[in-house]
């Protein structure tokens, strides 16, 4: 599987984070339905409690370090001028215009890299073909693909979208060929001696088997997605939170530098959640430890 | 056997898997007929490759020289009239026990009102009516491999392949499915082949039991049980039952030249 299976391990429960109990094998499934949702209750409080006190905790430290003299602006000063943005329209604009390339690239990295994955997870030939160029370009970060990318496709948003495009695309065709090299073989004999073909074969057990891993590669690339966007809009970007806070890094205007920073954490984390909730409803079949 | 012609047929199967620079002898010129409606269970030796003849029947391997029939036919590759049965289920965990027990139905394009309902059958002969549409993640071991069962059951096969089918269960569990296994085959005698490293399991079970030998596998002892026995507790708890144990226990456990190179090349043959 040579240097692709670097990717995370632990194939049957990429997701982490979850805490179902897992079902073991030998008791009746009654007593474990109730063991399941008796520590949900209780322990679901419990983190977000927790995550709660983390970020005030996070924010008076900050506070404190803006008030001790470090060159920080104040949790109020930001506040305000994340106000002002919201009011005159620049944040609604940035937001808008970063989440389009976000989305474009990672939604063209995705559907690319969902097929491609199946291909050099299947054929032999193609995973021969492809794995050298897709080896390369890992090695390579998206953002060292730009100073080409402005040349060879100009600066409107075209190399923008599409280093975010890379990026989201590496990061996922990885996890859906190694998702499609794990598929349990005695799944596949059992199919075949069920009398299904090569097609059935493969739209009934190789894609459900493998959607735990494509997700976690789609999550992974939206990642990469974000990580990508703020160097993108380097390129002579009009509009854009990346595009806004280095502008503002020219004035030393750091409140603004804050408020692109929040901006695209809180947005990430709303998109990966959503991301989550997608990978709970499909793949809940999952055994989790 | 007799004038009948047999059901399955291994007639100088070899396989040989390449390990490295070397090569591994899995099956070596085994031959054996089993005749229709016989229940034959297989014991050896980890290594002596009853696994792989398994897979051979089944279709999911080819061998390496001779070949395997059923029917009178070499088989080139999986069919309906084989179920196989796995050690580990592989139950599809992404279906409920229901769209389990209907996959095979639905490969063969089974219209989906006959599908429903003979899943329904089988789900009830194995007794998950209550769980049909859970998923296998919620079930025990032994509904598991029942699901697995009434999966295999439901394509209708005239011959059951069994890969150690009750390997992974626990002792209670594993005597409840073997009665329930040879309850439903004396009303439908369907040809069984039977993997185990259970010597208890394999006297209980069989009509005959094949002692296979390991490096290079082959086999090595055939021993018959009455098939008027009734397989009951009291069979079980016999001396007649006890004896066979005997027999067949010497067979896999002190097979002479276990170590040594290939003692008896040739196969016994039934």
Known sequence: MSVLDKRRAGPRHPAGGETTPAADDTGPPDAKKTAAERPGTGRRGLPLALNAVSVALGIALWWALASAGFKLPTPPEVVSRAGTLIEDGTLGEDVLASLTRVLIGFALGTAAAVPVGFLMGWYGIARGLMEPWIQFFRTVPPLAIIPLAVVVMGIDETPKIFVIFLAAFLACVISTFQGVVNVDRTLINAARVLGAKDAVIFARVVVPASTPFILVGMRVGLGSAWATLVAAELIAAQEGLGYRMQNAQLYYDLPTIFVGLISIGILGLLMDRILLLAERKLTGWQERR | ?270
Request: proline share 5%.
């Open chain 2, 1 to 270: 056997m007799t004038s009948k012609p047999a059901k399955i047929s291994v007639q100088g199967v070899t396989k040989t898997f390449a390990l490295g620079r070397d090569t591994f002898t899995a099956l070596d010129d085994v031959s054996l007929d089993i005749a229709e409606h016989e229940f034959v269970t297989v014991v050896g030796p980890s290594g002596c490759g009853k696994s792989t003849l398994m897979n051979i029947l089944a279709g999911l391997e080819t061998p390496t020289a001779g070949r395997a029939l059923v029917d009178g036919a070499t088989v080139s590759g999986p069919g309906p009239e084989r179920g196989v049965i796995f050690q580990q289920y592989a139950l599809f965990p992404w279906l409920t026990v229901r769209q389990n027990v209907e996959f095979g139905l639905r490969t063969t394009g089974v219209p989906k009102a006959e599908r429903r309902a003979r899943a329904e059958h089988f789900i009830e002969l194995v007794g998950l009516e209550r769980f049909a549409d859970a998923l296998p993640k919620t079930l025990s071991g032994g509904m598991r491999q029942r699901c697995a069962i009434a999966r295999a059951y439901a394509v209708d096969p005239s011959i059951l392949l069994m890969d150690e089918p009750f390997g992974a269960l626990d002792a209670l569990t594993r005597v409840t499915l073997q009665e329930q296994l040879l309850e439903t085959w004396s009303q439908d005698r369907r040809t069984v082949l039977f993997i185990t490293h259970d010597v208890d399991e394999a006297v209980f079970l069989a009509n005959r039991v094949i002692v296979m030998a390991a490096r290079p596998g082959r086999v090595y002892d055939v021993i018959e049980v009455d098939p008027a026995i009734e397989r009951d507790e009291a069979f079980r708890l016999s001396p007649e039952f006890a004896a066979l144990r005997n027999r067949v226990w010497h067979s896999v456990y002190h097979q002479e030249g276990r170590t040594a190179a290939p003692a008896a090349a040739g196969s016994a043959t039934t």
